[in-house]
């Protein structure tokens, strides 16, 4: 039984595809917060609405909230939110809103660059920046 084996630049070819969607679908926002001394990792994986993504308890004031959409191709972004948790509810203070896929950059501080929230009440600081991350 003779078995037919495929050309070298076929096989290099569908190689090259597998790994090129695995680490399509393998990216992760990774976004390192710094509020009162104490550091925390978030990580955000791809969502296909921005609707189910919930925001996170940063410390006793701030919520910290990503939104990565790879698709539809048109809306992919990445979007930092942070709010203030006031006795009201949740109050927008900071937006910021990166293409997918980002900028290369070759900084310590990842594609958004390190950025500085203050409270409005307490005078609080948080501080943030995100990677992408395969």
Not at 84 to 107: C, E, F, L, N, R
Request: net charge neutral.
């Amino acid at each position: 039984m003779a078995f037919l084996l495929p050309k070298p630049a076929a096989v290099i070819r569908i190689l090259s595809l597998l790994l090129l969607s695995g680490a399509a679908c393998a990216d992760e926002v990774a976004c390192h917060t710094t509020y009162g001394g104490e550091e925390k990792l978030l990580v955000a994986k791809s969502v296909a609405s921005p609707y189910v993504v919930s925001v996170v308890q940063v410390g006793s004031y701030f919520q910290f909230r990503v939104v990565f959409q790879k698709e539809p191709r048109d809306l992919a972004s990445i979007k930092v939110y942070t709010y203030a948790d006031s006795d009201d509810g949740s109050v927008p203070i900071h937006q910021a809103t990166y293409p997918y896929p980002p900028a290369k950059t070759k900084g310590r501080y990842g594609f958004t660059g390190l950025h500085f929230v203050y409270e409005p009440v307490r005078d609080g600081e948080l501080q943030y920046w995100c990677e992408l991350r395969p």
